[in-house]
Nanobody, 119 residues
Framework: QLMESGGGLVQPGGSLTLSCLAS????????IAWFRQSPGKEREGVSC?????YYADSVKGRFTISRDISKNTVYLAMNNLKPEDTGVYYC?????????????????WGQGTQVTVSS
């Protein structure tokens, strides 16, 4: 089971850190990805962590993914947020980050947390 938290309303240029609590999973053997979806758009792979980290070009240099295995939690630290970062952010569990941009490769999903970047 995956549960996201940490979303909210933030001004452009601000920061948020999302958390994904992965109950019943062993993070050492999982690939955890963050996706986001805005109204009218397809779900987009943002970042992924397994034994390496992966980032979409649109967030490189601004977002940082990390994990705390002792807490079974994956984090997404988001800095210099832009209005186009607005959306529902989901974490998802899969086997590999090689295709982190493909939602179908991640069978288990959380319920999502809303991030709104607006002045």
């Amino acid at each position: 089971q995956l549960m996201e938290s940490g979303g909210g309303l933030v001004q452009p240029g601000g920061s948020l850190t999302l958390s994904c609590l992965a109950s019943g999973l062993t993070l050492d053997y999982s690939a955890i990805a963050w996706f986001r979806q805005s109204p009218g758009k397809e779900r987009e792979g943002v970042s992924c962590i397994s034994h390496s980290t992966y980032y979409a070009d649109s967030v490189k240099g601004r977002f940082t993914i990390s994990r705390d295995i002792s807490k079974n939690t994956v984090y997404l630290a988001m800095n210099n947020l832009k209005p186009e970062d607005t959306g529902v952010y989901y974490c998802a569990d899969g086997v590999s980050c090689d295709t982190y941009y493909r939602p179908d490769d991640f069978p288990t999903w959380g319920q999502g947390t809303q991030v709104t970047v607006s002045s």
